[in-house]
């Protein structure tokens, strides 16, 4: 006889995507608290840039 096993797999999925939203949706909100703005380039001092 072969037992059925228990299906629990639905309910921890949701709750995996769960947690997944909401780390991405703490992600953008963080980078875009941490770093406003368009990013800009650092100053090079590469001197073949500077014709």
Known sequence: MI??????????????VAIFLIACGLAVWFSYQVHPGDPTRPASSDSATAH
């Open 3 to 16: 037992k059925e096993k228990p299906k629990p797999y639905r309910p921890m999925i949701t709750f995996v």
